[in-house]
């Protein structure tokens, strides 16, 4: 199905860049994942679907809107034929149930007029919505009494004046995104407002939104899915990895509109690190952002001739333009230095113990530690950025040779695979510091290193390839060693995201601080956004 | 005024004919010429050591869409005016109350009844400490309170 290939490489960014390209064969008309049939997916890593999946590699499905709404419908037309009810009723009790199905069926089975009842669906046309005007009525939300004044209540009977409710579901709708769940405004109350009410009182203005937010329920409701949080995307994600795994497991999905995210917690890819690792690392950047903010700048001065250098490319390698020295810009050591001891760039150096006596020196090193990582997690997520510009340039400078030298636009996509890998390289890099930043020292952890070091390595080689003039990258043989490096920086992100799932699903890794899984915040105030 | 204001405006002056015929004992309003901004005393009338004895300020903002949404009420510290010491309520002034965010308001509730929620608050308590995390929120938080989302982990206290 040639249908089902294209989609497949659109969803899975990880495919065009699995290390044996032959394996895709294996995946063709598995559109969706294998999740359908597998219900409770084990994390998707013990699945044999003829060839071993790399460990960070979990089951999801990508949902366009008219998927979304033809499970719906599906969903509305099947309760509609079993429990002949309204296809507008059944929606209302698929959202009363939350679009559990079973139960609402079995609930209905046993008593119908209850569970119409409690939808606010009760069949007498008595209690149908309606508006009234009621003599002596006190309006208890804006104070207003007087004759002619039209109220409105739901079931429990506590009424307001229409004014007052329109206002009050206009604020739920517009400004708290509320639709299916906004209760009766009194004190305590805690009565939904039933769809029919608010259809009677809903204004036209607000009828779009209030139904696109009813849409949006179906997937808010359902665990195991979740919207793509790209903006602009209206694209869902189906996924069965439960909260109480991620401390098993980082599972990272890829949307049709290209943008990867951690289902777990919805920030962009966040592998190797694990969620609950992710959200403290995050906090702690946020907190000592002023002690750390001097390292992320732009600007360095040269180690040699203190010219300030801005770093206006992804690369590591740094050229002073003044007096030609050549610096590393994460450590500021000598480049020509890098060949062999690269080491001092990528791995921290426990301070030796009788430093570490000293109360001083030691919160010193504590802070060294920290802005160790820091330092490399903040230049990577700063080259990713930056080699994004570079791409865009360099696609400006690729349309013009191409029409100067005669390459064809395909000639020229290997400098899109290289951009693109690259940044999915160095996103990975970046959170391989803030995991290695809580990594507690076994002997896994040189593997660990090891695997970050040559992804790094290979990651500024092709960095560096990739910097060169427009009249250089248009050489057939810096084609080829681009091509072959952006294939080997592929292959050694695989080789560490491999690595590092495998540990953690098989809980090898130590931490430095406690993984509990899923626990939320105990407590206290968080800042929203 | 806006058009949205006069929502507000008109309930709120029917609290201030309301409030003109007296408040419960332990509650003055010390200055509401306006409708965005009012100040009230509270006392706790209890022998509650924690409290005896004082008055504590309290500073409501009101928006537009009042009482539809929650006014904004913070303590307001003054010479003769300390923010009282309670779990939920931060060194800043700033309340983690259930009442006052959007979930757990009722634009049933007005000036006089959130006044009285807080005195019962403080009333039942026999805590001596601000809430955890205390310095830490005073210190980094420059959101206003309306923006907080808060854990209302204990709605007991
Ligand atoms: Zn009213
Ligand atoms: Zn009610
Ligand atoms: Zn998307
Ligand atoms: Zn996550
Ligand atoms: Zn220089
Ligand atoms: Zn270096």
Redesign the interface.
């Known amino acids: 199905m040639d249908s089902d290939d294209d989609f497949m490489s659109a969803v899975s960014s990880e495919d065009d860049i699995l290390p044996d390209d032959s394996d895709n064969d294996d995946l063709s008309g598995a559109e969706d994942f294998d999740f359908d049939d597998e219900p409770d997916p084990d994390l998707g890593m013990s699945k044999d679907i003829g060839r071993k999946r790399v460990a960070y590699d979990i089951s999801f499905k990508v949902y366009q809107p008219a998927d979304i709404e033809k499970q719906q419908d599906d969903l509305i037309n099947e309760v509609n034929m079993i429990l002949n009810i309204s296809k507008e009723e059944a929606a209302i009790l698929l959202r009363h149930f939350r679009w559990n199905k079973e139960r609402l069926i079995e609930d209905y089975m046993d008593a119908p007029p209850q569970v119409l009842e409690a939808a606010g669906l009760a069949q007498e046309s008595a209690s149908l919505p309606r508006l009234e005007v009621q003599p002596g009525f006190v309006c208890?939300?804006?104070?207003?009494e007087g004759p002619g004044l039209a109220s409105f209540a739901i079931k429990c009977g506590h009424r307001y004046c229409v004014d007052?409710y329109r206002?009050?579901l206009s604020?739920k709708i517009k400004?708290?995104g509320e639709a299916a769940r906004i209760q009766c405004?009194?004190?305590?109350?805690d009565l939904i407002v039933d769809a029919r009410s608010l259809d009677l009182l809903v204004t036209p203005e607000l009828k779009e939104r209030y139904h696109e937010l009813l849409n949006r329920t179906y997937v808010e409701d359902k665990d195991t899915l979740k919207w793509c949080p790209a903006p602009d995307c209206q694209n869902a994600i189906e996924c069965g990895v439960k909260k109480k795994d991620l401390d098993k497991v980082v599972p990272t999905v890829s949307c049709l509109c290209a943008h990867r995210f951690c289902f777990g917690c919805i920030l962009s890819d966040h592998q190797p690190a694990p969620c609950e690792l992710v959200k403290k690392w995050l906090k702690k950047c946020a907190?000592d952002s002023e002690t750390a903010n001097w390292i992320s700048a732009n600007t360095k001065e040269c180690p040699k001739c203190n010219s300030t250098i801005e770093k206006n490319g992804g690369c590591n390698h740094m050229t002073c333009r003044k007096c030609k020295h050549e610096f590393c810009w994460m450590c500021m050591g000598l480049w020509s230095e890098h060949g062999t001891s690269w080491y001092s760039c990528n791995r921290f150096e426990e301070k030796s113990g009788t430093e570490a006596r000293d109360a001083q020196a030691k919160s010193r090193v504590s802070l060294e530690r920290y802005l160790h990582y820091y330092n490399r997690y903040a230049n990577h997520e700063q080259s990713a950025r930056l080699d994004k510009d570079i791409y865009t340039k360099t696609e400006k400078k690729m349309v013009q040779l191409q029409k100067e030298s005669g390459m064809s636009w395909i000639e020229v996509q290997y400098l899109n695979s290289a951009s693109q890998a690259l940044q999915t390289c160095r996103q990975t890099l970046m959170w391989t510091y803030a995991f290695a930043f809580y990594l507690a020292r076994n002997n896994l952890t040189e593997i660990f290193e090891d695997n970050q070091k040559d992804l790094e390595m290979a990651v500024e080689g092709l960095s560096e390839m990739f910097e060169k003039p427009v009249t250089e990258l248009a050489d057939p043989k810096l084609k080829v060693e681009i091509m072959d490096k952006t294939s080997y920086c592929n292959k050694r992100r695989i080789i560490l995201l491999d690595d590092t799932a495998q540990n953690l699903a098989d809980g090898r890794w130590t931490f430095n601080v406690e993984l509990t899984g899923s626990a939320p915040?105990?407590?206290?105030?968080?800042?929203?956004? | 005024m806006a058009p949205g204001a006069q929502f507000a405006a008109k309930r709120l002056g029917k609290e201030l004919t309301k409030i003109s015929k007296g408040l419960p004992a332990g509650i003055v309003l010390v200055q509401g010429d306006n409708f965005e901004e009012w100040l009230l005393d509270i006392q706790v009338l209890d022998s509650n050591p924690l409290y005896m004895g004082q008055t504590y300020r309290l500073k409501f903002k009101f928006g537009s869409s009042y009482p539809i949404e929650p006014p904004e009420v913070v303590f307001v510290k003054l010479p003769d005016r300390p923010i009282p010491i309670h779990p939920h309520i931060y060194s800043n002034g700033i309340i983690c109350l259930d009442l006052l965010g959007q979930q757990g308001w009722s634009p049933v509730q007005n000036v006089e009844s959130v006044c009285m929620s807080l005195q019962s608050m403080l009333t039942g308590n026999t805590k001596n400490e601000r809430p955890p995390g205390d310095e830490e929120f005073v210190r980094g938080n420059r959101l206003r309170p309306k923006d907080i989302d808060f854990y209302y982990h204990d709605n007991n206290v």
Do not use: F
Not at chain 1, 140 to 144: K, L, Q, S
Not at chain 1, 185 to 189: A, V
């Open positions: 208890d939300i804006c104070c207003e007052c206002h009050y604020q400004e708290e405004p009194s004190d305590g109350c907190d915040a105990s407590g206290g105030p968080s800042n929203r956004r």
